[in-house]
């Protein structure tokens, strides 16, 4: 499915059954399952990428009779390298890094929302993305590119994201070596 044109997000508040949920949505739909994880306090959260209407009807299905959904995340044709994020691949080179940009989220959707912005947005590249790992919820994007993309792309996120959605964004010129090895 690399020619995926959407991403979704759905979280769950029982971890049984989300599973049974996603299984359920997996063979009933051609979607594939791109993430998954277990959060605290036992939630589940998880995203399938494909074709925007077969996404669309996971997701309604998903939200039928289901007494354990809590919320999901919808978005047609996300950036190319939001996708290989989400599935965990990065193509970044150490060599190559320019500027860090840090962006951080009060939850895991709103970070799929400031990276696909920030990609869409400015010539950076996606470097790494840490969602709701043990952070209560929260996330954070990190970018690279020249001084001047990322600022461009942090500040079309800015203009992007809900009110209340964004806790912080930073940006570190010209990042150490060690820096980047603890970001990546």
């Known amino acids: 499915m690399d020619e995926a044109k959407a991403l979704a997000m759905m979280e769950f508040k029982s971890i049984g059954w989300g599973l049974a949920t996603l299984d359920r949505l997996l063979k009933g739909f051609p ?48 950036h190319p390298g939001l996708l290989a994020a989400v599935r965990d691949v990065w193509p970044v080179e150490l060599e190559r890094l320019g500027a860090l940009g840090i962006i951080e989220t009060f939850t895991a959707s709103s970070a ?32 690279t590119g020249s001084v001047g993309a990322v600022e461009v792309a942090l500040e079309a996120v800015e203009g992007q994201l809900e009110p209340g959605s964004l806790s912080r964004q930073t940006i570190i010129p010209s990042p150490d070596m060690e820096t980047w090895r603890a970001v990546l």
């Open 31 to 78: 979607v594939e399952l791109i993430f998954l994880r277990i959060l605290c306090p036992g939630k589940l959260l998880a995203a399938v990428t494909g074709e925007i209407a077969a996404v669309r009807g996971a997701l309604q299905r998903a939200r039928e009779n289901n007494l354990t959904y809590i919320d999901d995340f919808f978005l047609g044709n996300p």
């Open 112 to 143: 799929l929302v400031a990276a696909d912005t920030a990609c869409k947005a400015g010539a950076v590249t996606l470097a790494n993305l840490h969602m709701a790992r043990g952070l209560a919820g929260k996330a954070h994007v990190y970018l």
